[in-house]
Nanobody, 123 residues
């Protein structure tokens, strides 16, 4: 499956952005979808994930209550709505797909990755 992330950009602290990730080449509803991010000079970290049918979600503690992951299986797209953004949210954001049934929080559980989209939050 191929993944194409979009929606990144420059935003002031307190602002909002919505990331999208369009999938192609596979049956989208057969994959758990996740968002990860890699801040400058740091390792990639888990942000959020959503189950195949969108019933279950999981968030990193650092984004809980501010970010919302959702998916539209008819459009083969997963979204990450990011509100109340902070400078520490600055990172390259990646979407990823896992054929597992359970939601994973480790990047090695995901087989397919998008190219990343840069989010910069200014103070």
């Amino acid at each position: 499956v191929q993944l194409q992330a979009s929606g990144g950009g420059l935003v002031q602290a307190g602002g909002s952005l919505r990331l999208s990730c369009a999938a192609s080449g596979g049956t989208f509803s057969n994959y758990v979808m996740g968002w990860f991010r890699q801040p400058p000079g740091k390792e990639r970290e888990f942000v959020a994930a959503i189950s195949r049918l969108g019933i279950r979600v999981s968030y990193a503690d650092s984004v809980q209550g501010r970010f919302t992951i959702s998916r539209d299986n008819a459009k083969n797209t997963v979204y990450l709505q990011m509100n109340s953004l902070k400078p520490e949210d600055t990172a390259v954001y990646y979407c990823a797909a896992s054929p597992a049934y359970a939601i994973g929080r480790q990047d090695n559980e995901y087989n397919y990755w998008g190219q990343g989209t840069l989010v910069t939050v200014s103070s």
